[in-house]
């Protein structure tokens, strides 16, 4: 994982250095990891792993075991060589070539005489739990296999451990099975990312029923940016699984294509549980409005009655702060002025007044049911 290049996860990766080439001319991105190549060999009652393989020397082999299966599984794409053989050795044509190496393409499938290329991403969880997504072509043909990705870090070692243990059948299957195999643990992964999306929105459901931190906002919006992302990538990939279904292709054969109806059935599953997560995901984020419209009504409200219940308060005080002279300039009492703010108890008096006001307002409110 240390060697992983840290991407964008909704950004588009282009790499600007192509920009003004003719098409089919592919560049080599800087930030390219260092090719690493496995191939694994076997038929029913034959395995053989190597690293970094002769190439050439596997085809030769190739043509003297027919009924052997190769699987040649590249990594990092720095070695512009050993791309470069690998297409000489598929008869890729530039375009292809330019496809598998530029990893923003749409998932797609595309036949030729010799070999089928299909090109799909990867959906996992990192270190920090944050999905993310990679590009990994696939070259079908009769007996050779090529998988080729731009890191060095994936979800496809189940396939391998299968393939080393021999506990299966699947060393007496061909390319196509091995692809199918490989498409299928990728499509599984989907639903692993898909379950901790679900716990997410549970425990994010969780947490708006009792506080209404921003907190969480930012955290449905996160969860709405990675729905988005599955369903920018499964949509297509289910068209394409469709196309292999129901697809006559040389490199598919009859027996396999069921297998193929199984991850269809699969990606049509995520579509739906990504659908329903993401009107989840909706449904939280009109919670959490509205229990923050809720919570400022609260405020207002509490607001709203201190501000009432100090209205007459300050009335009273404020006729009372009229200091108009209880007598005229000849020292005759005036009768409509106010001879209390002279009484000994007048301040007093007014005070249990106000208090008075007070508590008949709250009592007012209690039975209205405003508290």
Known sequence: ??????????????????????????????????????????????????????????????????????????????????????????????????????????????????????????????SQEEIETEQISFIVGSQMLFTLQENHYD????????????????????????AYALIDLITDHYFVVLNHIGERLEKLEEELLTAHHELNRNQILSVKKDLLLIKRTIWPTREKI??????????????????????????????????TYREAS???????????????NEIMKVLTMVSTIFIPLSFIAGVYGMNFSPTDATGNALKW???????????????????IVSVFMLVYFHKKKWL
Not at 282 to 296: A, E, G, I, P, Q
Not at 337 to 355: K, S
Request: net charge neutral.
């Open 1 to 126: 994982m240390s060697n992983k290049t840290k991407v964008n996860r909704y950004k588009i990766r282009y790499n600007e250095g192509k920009v003004g080439q003719k098409p089919g001319t592919f560049s080599i991105p800087e930030t390219a990891l260092p090719t690493q190549i496995n191939a694994f060999i076997f038929s029913e009652n034959y395995f053989r792993e190597e690293k970094n393989p002769n190439l050439d020397a596997l085809m030769m082999e190739a043509e003297h075991h027919p009924e052997r299966t190769y699987w040649i599984d590249l990594q990092g794409f720095q070695d512009a060589n050993a791309l470069i053989k690998i297409a000489s050795l598929t008869k890729l044509n530039p375009l292809e070539l330019e496809d598998i190496i530029s990893t923003y393409q749409r998932p797609k499938i595309e036949e030729h005489p010799n070999h089928l290329l299909i090109i799909g991403q990867q959906l996992y969880l990192n």
């Open 155 to 178: 979800k496809l070692e189940a396939v391998r451990n299968r393939l080393r243990q021999g506990k299966t059948k699947i060393r007496s299957k061909r390319p196509d099975y091995i």
């Open 242 to 275: 469709n196309t292999l279904v129901r697809g006559d292709f040389n490199c598919i054969s009859e027996e396999i294509r069921i297998f193929w109806r199984d991850v269809y059935d699969h990606t049509v599953q995520i579509m739906e549980l990504t659908e």
């Open 282 to 296: 909706t449904s939280l984020m009109d919670l959490y409005m509205s229990s923050v419209s809720n919570r400022m």
């Open 337 to 355: 002025n106010m001879p209390e703010l002279y009484h000994p108890w007048g301040y007093p008096a007014i005070l249990l007044f106000m208090v």
